[in-house]
């Protein structure tokens, strides 16, 4: 079974300029989410979608952060314009569908973003 | 006090010793926990999840869960120097929102 595919897996720009992100889950998992993760922390969820539904988006900067997930699957986050303080790990992860207390969540490997 | 605490380490054991691992938390109400191994430069692999009280235990890992405490734990048996790396807690709270609170994770130096 493929696991989460993210691309680009790094990712240089100058501040001002737009970025975005691209996640492919787990087959069958509906569930997504993208995280931000800074060094020496754990992982800050951004917004999670169930389906093609974004039903948690209250950490994601709506000024300048967007994110969809139009046909339920694959997702893309966007920034514009990016800041120096954006640079960070944009992490992507995918869990299997409501029901019972499992909600492990499989990452994929990140897209490191670097804002110069 | 946060709601997910963990000691940031770091924690140093020989080739062959156990690592203990501790996290604590604050919500009662918390109802599955995970850890999950963080390389340097890698993202966040799930390596034990446990949802009751009592040990769960796979390979050379087993987790520990006391809910009346409030912490869980994870022993790392035979440790080996590819164990070396961040290790976080994440725990889902009560309800059906499916959002992990994490630890800021404990770094595992395995010397050889």
């Known amino acids: 079974e493929a696991g989460v595919v993210q691309s680009p897996r790094y990712k240089i720009i100058e501040k001002k300029q737009p970025v975005a992100f691209w996640c492919n889950p787990i087959s069958g998992h509906n569930t997504l989410y993208w995280y931000l993760q800074n060094l020496g922390q754990g992982p800050e969820l951004l917004i999670r979608y169930e389906n093609e539904e974004a039903v948690d988006d209250s950490q994601l900067p709506k000024d300048r952060f967007s994110a969809e997930r139009l046909k339920g699957v694959d997702s893309t986050l966007k920034i514009q314009p990016a800041e120096l303080g954006d640079s960070a790990v944009y992490l992507c992860a995918s869990s299997s569908p409501r029901g019972g207390s499992s909600n492990e969540q499989f990452f994929g490997p990140g897209t490191r973003l670097t804002v110069l | 006090q946060k709601e997910v605490e963990q000691n940031s380490g770091p924690l140093s054991v020989p080739e062959g010793a156990i690592a203990s691992l501790n996290c604590t938390y604050s919500d009662r109400v918390s109802q599955s926990f995970f850890w999950y191994r963080q390389y340097s430069g890698k993202s966040p692999e799930l390596i034990m999840s446990?949802?009751s009280n009592g040990d769960k235990e796979d390979g050379r890992f087993t987790a520990q869960l006391n809910k009346a405490s409030q912490y869980v734990s994870l022993l790392i048996r035979d440790s080996q120097p590819s164990d070396s790396a961040t290790y976080l807690c994440a725990l889902s709270q009560a309800g059906n929102n499916r959002k992990l609170i994490w630890g800021l994770g404990t770094s595992l130096a395995v010397n050889p």
């Open positions: 446990i949802y």
